[in-house]
Every structure is written in structure tokens, then in C-alpha cells.
């Protein structure tokens, strides 16, 4: 049976998309070496469309007044521009609001994109361009740790790692947060209650990794404008051995967060990446494995919830659970000696 694979491991090739939202220019080129802020394409983005009735406007129907608007599609407006004018003696015409581009006309309307702002897309992990993708961006390839987590509030940055998480379970509070960690990415554990977000929006910092988040404060964290990676859940979760480990162990190395939104069907997932550097090039990561004995897992449902641990056994066929259901079932011995019977479906491998 396949496995799903949450990536906690010490080094690995690591290869990222990065991507426009919509079509723009790609400025990088193939085996340029890029580092988290360098801009790799950019775009411009329109604040706003406004709509013109021009049919309604000059009092004639639709099939006239689009043969009297002057203007095409993708066409530059400036403002107060005369997009279209009537006939006769005293002639009504439809003038641009502001300066803006021509997105689509028909029907007696023309539709303008105005307020247009210059996007820059960031490379957002050093690395090596190994291709181009044509008016959208570029793809990075980069060597390191990866830590992967279950929630990220889409943000990404990167700076030099703190260790405010003493252990796995600590709680970040607005207190412990001061203005020596401004410009730093955050460790910490569980967070609890809007002011300890708010404070690290105010030094700011570039990153808070978490172990869970409270429930309530989920829509706050989406609207924060640093990324925050959860490893765990939500409530009050300490973080998995592993990626504590793993995390604590690279205090004061350039992090990147890359708090993607997680996507079951494209797999993306929020993602810590620490580059490395590296004699040569480092096994790639594997996205697929199959449950066998040995395998490092963690426990995606409670009671052990967010425990780590090892496959001992397959058991074979369907086993019968205390709830009564029966499933594809394996014994695991977790980090604190215990060994449990777990069904497949309720674990993940980690590696």
C-alpha cells in the first residue's frame, strides 16, 4: 500500500516552481544562480476594471457602438482619452476615466483594467535556474534540509533562524518577542492568542514556524503579511521530534518559509528549506513510498497524535480496531517505547 510522505529530512535536492500569477516577462536565465530575494519575473497587476456602457451612453444600440469605439483589445488609454463618439450635430462621447488598458470589448461595452502596479516575483530560495517557464517564472533547483508542515497562511520570506522553543511544547506569548528578532524567522511551539501574532507583526519578523495554532486565530494568520508554517495542528500540539530536531539544530542559518497553502491534489504543502552547502549532488526526494517494516512514521490521529515512531509489523489482511472497523493494520514501536497497532490510513512516513 502507498504511503503519503510529510519530507523531514537533514539533505536532499530540492527543485521548486516558481510562478506569476498571470502572464508576465521572465528575467532570469537557465544556470543563473539566484538568492532568495532576486527578483526572477515580474508583471503588472491591475488594482481595479471599470466598465463603460458605451451603447448606453450614446444612446444607440449595441452592434453601433461598437463600431464607433476607437480602440482594441490590449490597447493603451490614456485618461480622458475619447474612446467613442456619436453622430449627428451635437455628438455625445464616452471618455476614459483614467489611464488603463483595453481587456475586452463587445456588446456596446468596453471593459478597462486601471491602477495598474508592477508585481515582482521572487526567487524565494537560493539556488540554480535549471528552466524557464515562458511568461510565468522559473524553476529552481537548491540543496538542503526540508521540514514540511500541514498549514501555511501563503506567504513566503526568508531570514536567519531564532530559537524561541525551548522544547517541543513551549508556548510563543507577545512578551518573549523583542526588537533584537526583527528581520529573524521565528521557532517557536504553540501560539494561543492574537497578541503573540500581532507582536511579530509589529517588529516585524519574516517568519513564525509553529508547532499548532488555536483555531480562532486562523483567519488573523491569514491576514498577517509575514508567512506562518505549521508543522503539526491546531490546538495545543507540541511539534513532532523530528522536525523539532531537525529545526533546532540549524538556529541562526538563512531559512526560507514558504508557507504554501496546502493543495492534496498538486501536493504542494508548506515547507521550510535550510540550503546547505554540499560537495555534490544529494539524493532527490522520493514523493511516493510503501509501507514496509522499518519505515519512520507519525501518527496522523489521536491518541497518539503527532508521535513519531517505526514499523514493526504488517499485520496481514484486515485487522479488526477497537471501534470495531476492520483495516490494513501495522504494529509500531513509538519514541517512547510504546508499540501500538495503527491503521494504515491514520500514518505517514517521514523522510
Known amino acids: 500500500m502507498q504511503a503519503p510522505v510529510n519530507h523531514i529530512i537533514g539533505l536532499t535536492s530540492i527543485v521548486r516552481e516558481r510562478q506569476l500569477p498571470i502572464s508576465g516577462t521572465v528575467i532570469a536565465r537557465v544556470g543563473q544562480k539566484v538568492s532568495s530575494g532576486d527578483v526572477v519575473a515580474e508583471t503588472n497587476l491591475a488594482r481595479e476594471h471599470v466598465l463603460l456602457d458605451v451603447a448606453r451612453a450614446l444612446r444607440v444600440s449595441p452592434t453601433v457602438a461598437d463600431s464607433l469605439v476607437k480602440f482594441k483589445l490590449h490597447d493603451r488609454i490614456a485618461a480622458s482619452a475619447e474612446i467613442a463618439v456619436g453622430k449627428g450635430l451635437f455628438p455625445r462621447s464616452v471618455r476614459a476615466p483614467r489611464e488603463g488598458r483595453v481587456v475586452a470589448v463587445g456588446g456596446g461595452q468596453v471593459l478597462m483594467e486601471v491602477g495598474e502596479t508592477k508585481m515582482e516575483l521572487r526567487a524565494g530560495i537560493p539556488g540554480t535556474i535549471i528552466e524557464l517557464l515562458p511568461n510565468r517564472g522559473v524553476v529552481i533547483q537548491t540543496a538542503g534540509a526540508l521540514i514540511q508542515g500541514v498549514w501555511g497562511n501563503g506567504r513566503v520570506d526568508s531570514g536567519l533562524l531564532m530559537n524561541l522553543a525551548e ?21 517557536a511551539g504553540i501560539v494561543k492568542d492574537a497578541d503573540a501574532l500581532q507582536a511579530a507583526a509589529d517588529l516585524p519578523v519574516r517568519g513564525l514556524i509553529l508547532s499548532s495554532l488555536y483555531p480562532s486565530l486562523l483567519q488573523l494568520a491569514r491576514e498577517m503579511r509575514y508567512p506562518i508554517m505549521v508543522t503539526d495542528g491546531f490546538g495545543p500540539l507540541p511539534m513532532n521530534s523530528a522536525a523539532y530536531k531537525l529545526l533546532s539544530t540549524n538556529a541562526k542559518r538563512d531559512v526560507t518559509v514558504n508557507a504554501e497553502v496546502y493543495d492534496r491534489y498538486t501536493g504542494a504543502r508548506p515547507e521550510v528549506i535550510i540550503p546547505l552547502p554540499i560537495a555534490s549532488d544529494p539524493p532527490p526526494l522520493r514523493e511516493v513510498e510503501t509501507f514496509a517494516p522499518g519505515l519512520q512514521v507519525r501518527m496522523r490521529r489521536p491518541p497518539a497524535l503527532g508521535m513519531i515512531g517505526s514499523i514493526v509489523l504488517l499485520k496481514p489482511g484486515l485487522t479488526t480496531l477497537p471501534s470495531g472497523l476492520r483495516a490494513f493494520a501495522a504494529e509500531v514501536k513509538l519514541e517512547n517505547g510504546e508499540t501500538v497497532v495503527a491503521p494504515l490510513v491514520n500514518l505517514e512516513v517521514v523522510g
Open 167 to 187: 522544547k517541543p511544547d513551549s508556548i510563543l506569548t507577545a512578551s518573549r518577542l523583542d526588537v533584537s528578532m526583527r528581520g529573524t524567522v521565528i521557532l
